[in-house]
């Protein structure tokens, strides 16, 4: 059965993921009120351990993360960082470092697509179209996914 806390990581990420599709930009009032969630449900499953880890899990993606958006804000973007926060305080920090890994390898894949869809419409517009390549690869989306299988993938190997 799944947890209702794994529910509302899940509807939290979607929603992210949804709101950075459409207006490229993840917002406070979603990722905030999700990063208190998590240390509630952190805290009511696993007492003061488990909100120290919650806790962990909120810090590792600021730590590992703010330094390369200080460094190039177009590398990751802040509601990004914020949004591995959240789903940090509800997996812990062993959990949100393997989102974090999943999710970097969809975004890369994401971009690899994004770039060939990009080929196929310079192809089709001919010689002297313009075209304006894409600069950003909304990251919710590769969160959300990489967040799926971070918590669904020991259920289904065990």
Not at 6 to 23: E, K, R
Not at 33 to 56: H, Q, T, V
Not at 65 to 87: N, S
Request: hydrophobic content about 55%; some cysteine; charged content about 10%.
């Amino acid at each position: 059965m799944i947890e209702p806390a794994t529910l509302v990581l899940w509807g939290l990420t979607a929603a992210a993921a949804l709101w950075d599709l459409a207006q490229r930009r993840i917002p406070n009032l979603l990722v905030g009120p999700g990063m208190l969630a998590g240390l509630i449900f952190s805290y009511a499953s696993g007492g003061l351990g488990g909100l120290g880890n919650a806790a962990l899990g909120a810090i590792v993606p600021f730590v590992l993360l703010a330094p390369i958006w200080r460094m190039d804000p177009r590398l990751i973007r802040a509601g990004d960082i914020k949004l591995y926060m959240c789903v940090g305080a509800f997996l812990g920090w062993k959990g949100v470092l393997l989102v974090i890994l999943y999710g970097h390898l969809f975004k890369g894949l994401a971009a690899l697509v994004q770039l060939g869809w990009f080929q196929l419409e310079k192809r089709r517009a001919g010689a002297g179209a313009e075209l304006v390549a894409p600069t950003h690869t909304p990251a919710a989306l590769p969160i959300f996914a990489g967040t799926l299988l971070q918590t669904t993938l020991p259920h289904l190997l065990f």
